[in-house]
């Protein structure tokens, strides 16, 4: 694959590249657990709630709170056309977008996370805020923008590489990584 972006200095050569093999974020450690349900995608977590035995939303989200002892939950919704974006509001387009499922937090989760007995309301506030953008990192790993990039010398040797640069501010993360020299190119 050919580089989208090319920094040169007279010792090395960075070049970033979309990285095709990200893993996915929700493999780390998070907080929500995202429960979904889509004919084509394979979206979220693995879990147990077989959405056909619902009648609709309203229903599925009873039992998911009945089952998970959900301490908050919000709705997904999903944007198909030419690629898809996942967020917890709903997308003005009713022909290629609806509801997916939902993100989750039991709380049990929140009690063990936060080593607390009471569940405030500033932690239900702190724990959809973390939700929102647990999401948010998902969309940006289902859109594909996600970078790599790899430095090397004039004579082509490998300096070094590195992947896993999610969304817009990949170029300032990238300059964390890099030669002083390059990273000031990044920057401009």
Request: negative net charge.
């Amino acid at each position: 694959m050919d580089a989208i972006e090319t920094f040169e200095t007279e010792k090395e050569t960075l070049n970033i590249y979309i990285d095709e093999s990200p893993e996915s974020p929700r493999e780390w450690d998070n907080m929500g657990m995202m429960i979904c349900s889509h004919g084509r995608y394979d979206l979220g977590d693995k879990h147990e709630i077989d959405f056909k035995d619902y009648s609709g939303w309203d229903e599925a989200k009873e039992a998911i709170i009945k089952k998970y002892d959900v301490a908050v939950i919000l709705p997904l919704y999903l944007y198909d056309h030419s690629g898809i974006t996942i967020a917890t509001t709903p997308f003005s387009c009713r022909w290629d977008s609806g509801q997916v499922g939902f993100i989750i937090v039991s709380k049990k989760k929140l009690r063990e996370e936060y080593k607390v007995k009471r569940i405030s309301k500033e932690l239900l506030e702190k724990a959809k805020s973390i939700l929102i953008n647990e999401v948010d990192i998902y969309d940006t790993y289902i859109r594909g923008d996600i970078y790599r990039f790899e430095v090397t010398d004039k004579e082509g040797n490998h300096i070094d590489s590195c992947s896993g640069f999610y969304g817009n501010d990949y170029k300032t993360d990238i300059a964390d990584n890099v030669s002083d020299e390059l990273a000031e190119l990044l920057k401009k």
